[in-house]
């Protein structure tokens, strides 16, 4: 972690609230950009983490190798299941928007503890779905070059510098600029991918695939394995909450970005897995085995010049992936360092940027770390699948935080109701799905060690927590306050009103009514 080796200095006075980056000389003003970004924008940081492109070129192939015909239901059943967790995440977005917020959130309910435990495990996913972001960027570059015919070999090392440059230029300059581009990236990635698909769907005359509605081939235990793998490609719908301090009206985008992200992907992810396995229904090769589909596609259907657009757009799209995380792991960096949990230095924002630049550098710097070290040992392909999966273990254990946190913060405040304890336990019912998948059966080497890696890590930031808190007491503490002095949030005349911690504090929009 970027907190390991660096000395803990400095923290809030007993009884007040972090700072957000300290009030710069020239008298501009400090502190994280407020009311920046509009819904499209924090829609596309949804989007841009789940990456529709990801599944498309690369996932779905395993989703069938398990699900066989029914891995369009597969990514149905995953998207239904995850939009309990989404219903228990807005019952916090609803009511509050900060920097880095899911981390905050898990501690309004469940304490600050916990919200620090939430935050390093996102710090972890973000992390390792940024590094598998930036070796499918030097897969699908290298494969642009083929269908190009450029006939040059670029070695992946320079391609995950390339990328990881350019993502941190872009993060720190401007977050406007970042979700913008994230969006543009996407959305161009996509048209390219459904172009393709209504190619294969009309090119012959249009007919339904009965095979797949008949769910041939598919038994329950398949089914069970193709929902995992559905559920780990559609996870990072969480992120817009990332942004909420810098959205406008957050507490009506956030949540909105939120559940329309995981609905886009979810629909997105049933359509392709439909088209893909009936494109390659005839094809000597199956789908499960199929490094590139999409490209095979092309082929099989004549249109392989469809190469060309297609590894572009994928190219792209893992460049905004890793931008995507890039953001939203330094804006809970940033957060945690405000609460002097992690280095306070992480929590300067630039006085003109408006950004979290040294939140953004330090991440970016082990983003790119870690790709550049295997690349000694294996190939990008293999970092990508291992990244994935790490980041996995991660994801499960925010949203089975953030799933219990919600009632419980529901009873603090006197709001909650049966049908919030139901969805709760459902989404924490659902959450065992992909987690007993994740053990059994068990997998190979390396990949049967990883839940291990990952608990480390979590003792790791258990260990650090106590050192923090016994070298700076009333660490905690502080958190609890400053958390409760922003117990809900509002708008006045279109402004949000941002208290010390980089959140939209009620007790400042009290005092700013009329």
């Known amino acids: 972690m970027v907190m390991l080796g660096t000395r803990l200095t400095g923290r809030a006075t007993r009884g007040t609230a972090p700072t957000s980056g300290g009030a710069p000389t020239d008298g501009k003003p400090s502190g994280l950009r407020t009311n920046a970004l509009g819904f499209p924008t924090v829609l596309a940081e949804s989007i ?3 990456s529709p492109t990801m599944t498309a070129v690369l996932i779905i192939p395993l989703a069938f190798s398990y699900a066989a015909q029914g891995a369009w239901l597969a990514y149905a059943f995953g998207a239904a299941m995850l939009m309990f967790v989404v219903l228990n995440l807005n019952q916090f977005a609803r009511r509050s928007a900060s920097a880095g917020s899911m981390y905050a959130y898990t501690a309004r309910g469940l304490g600050p503890t916990t919200g620090v435990i939430s935050g390093w495990t996102l710090i972890w996913s973000y992390l390792f779905i940024a590094i598998a972001g930036l070796t499918g960027f030097a897969i699908f570059a290298q494969q642009f070059l083929d269908s190009i015919g450029a006939g040059v070999t670029i070695p992946p090392v320079l391609l ?11 993060a720190y300059r401007d977050v406007r600029v970042s979700s913008g581009l994230t969006l543009v990236l996407e959305a161009v990635s996509v048209t390219f991918i459904v172009a393709l698909a209504a190619i294969v769907l009309f090119k012959h005359g249009f007919s339904v695939d009965t095979s797949q509605l008949q769910l041939k081939g598919m038994d329950l235990h398949g089914l069970s394995l193709g929902v995992v793998a559905s559920i780990f490609s559609l996870v990072g719908f969480e992120s817009a909450t990332a942004l909420g301090g810098e959205a406008r009206n957050p507490l009506r985008n956030v949540p909105k970005a939120v559940i329309w992200s995981l609905v886009f992907a979810g629909l997105f992810f049933v359509f392709m897995s439909y088209v893909e396995v009936a494109g390659t229904r005839h094809y000597g090769t199956s789908l499960a085995n199929l490094s590139a589909p999409l490209n095979t596609i092309a082929k099989i259907y004549g249109v392989s010049a469809f190469r060309i657009p297609i590894s572009l757009g994928a190219m792209v799209s893992f460049f905004g992936l890793s931008l995507t995380c890039l953001n939203a ?3 809970i960096i ?6 002097v949990v992690l280095p306070s230095a992480l929590n300067r924002a630039h006085h003109h940027n408006r950004t979290p630049h040294v939140a953004i550098t330090a991440y970016i710097s082990l983003i790119l770390i870690v790709p550049l070290a295997l690349e000694i040992f294996t190939n990008p392909l293999t970092i990508f699948d291992d990244a994935g ?38 989404a924490f019912v659902c959450l065992m799905v992909p987690t007993e998948g994740s053990f059994y059966p068990v997998p190979p080497f390396p990949v049967d060690i990883f839940p291990y890696i990952f608990l480390a890590y979590i003792g790791l930031g258990c260990v650090w927590l106590y050192v923090a808190n016994r070298r700076n007491p009333g660490i905690l503490t502080d958190i609890a306050s400053d958390l409760a002095t922003a117990p809900a949030a509002g708008m006045v005349s279109g402004h949000t009103a941002e208290g010390p911690g980089g959140q939209i504090d009620l007790v400042a929009l009290e005092g700013a009514q009329p």
Do not use: D, Q
Request: aromatic share 14%; net charge positive; charged share 10%.
């Open 160 to 170: 995950f510098l390339l990328s990881g440059a350019v993502c941190w230029y872009v």
């Open 389 to 426: 999966t790490l980041a996995a273990f991660g994801f499960l254990l925010a949203y089975f935080l953030v799933s219990i946190a919600a009632p419980v913060y529901l009873k603090k405040i006197g709001e909650l109701r049966p049908r919030h304890v139901v969805v709760a336990v459902l």
């Open 48 to 50: 841009g983490l789940i």
């Open 329 to 331: 792991g330094a804006r």
């Open 334 to 339: 940033y957060r945690m360092a405000g609460h």
